[in-house]
């Protein structure tokens, strides 16, 4: 069973940038069936979708978050990464990493990183 | 504001049937069968219950089922139990340049 599991600084000052790694076991990230994605959640709302990552290093992310987002994987290490730059206390919230199955959303998800932007 | 609108809340009795309607667009919900919804109790990760639109993964409950008409998904999760007490999020495919959607969620209480 695929196990993922994300890392990284959980306080950021702002306009700086928010580094977070997913660690993937169980389960080959090299794998050309699935994507790799970024979910996040502020506290006490619901669930915003940033971008995802295919093996091969193609990626789609949410227009929203204005090319701020950066999703890399290195399939050497079984990892992926987010980084959001210029992050402003918006951007404090729960991120989730979480693996697509075939054309299903998040089929397993991390545990969660909670990432506090604040000076 | 979410690209797809779900009830704030809905509450039942333990026993009985309630369900979620998750509506979208003809762009997302309308057309696409890639609609997921997930269960999350506070301070969890959420959980995928339902895949395209009406499939269960192995291990989830044949209480929880999904349907779509139009450009509305439902999730009905029938013979309520105090352990379904939970937020609820549905997702689509998107055709615009997001991708991926998601509904506002659902508190569900059982009463």
């Known amino acids: 069973q695929v196990q993922l599991q994300e890392s990284g600084p959980g306080l950021v000052k702002p306009s700086q940038t928010l580094s977070l790694t997913c660690t993937v076991s169980g389960g080959s990230i090299s794998s050309g069936i699935y994507y790799w994605s970024w979910i996040r959640q502020p506290a006490g709302k619901g669930l915003e979708w940033i971008g995802r990552i295919y093996a091969t290093g193609s990626t789609n992310y949410n227009p929203s978050l204005k090319s701020r987002a950066t999703i890399s994987v290195d399939t050497s290490k079984s990892q992926f990464s987010l980084r959001l730059s210029s992050v402003t206390a918006a951007d404090t919230a729960v991120y989730y990493c979480a693996r697509d199955s075939q054309l299903v959303v998040a089929a397993n998800w991390g545990q969660g990183s909670l990432v506090t932007v604040s000076s | 504001q979410s690209a797809l609108t779900q009830p704030a809340s809905v509450s039942g009795s333990p026993g009985q049937s309630i369900t979620i309607s998750c509506t979208g667009t003809?762009?997302?919900?309308?057309?696409?069968?890639?609609v997921s919804w997930y269960q999350q109790h506070p301070g969890k990760a959420p959980k995928l219950i339902i895949y395209?639109?009406?499939n269960r993964p192995s291990g989830v409950s044949s209480r929880f089922s999904g349907s779509k008409s139009g450009n509305t998904a439902s999730l009905t999760i029938s013979g309520l139990r105090a352990e379904d007490e939970s937020d609820y999020y549905c997702s689509s495919y998107t055709s615009s340049s997001t991708v991926v959607v998601f509904g506002g969620g659902t508190k569900l209480t059982v009463l």
């Open positions: 395209e639109v009406s």
């Open positions: 003809s762009s997302d919900v309308g057309g696409y069968n890639y």
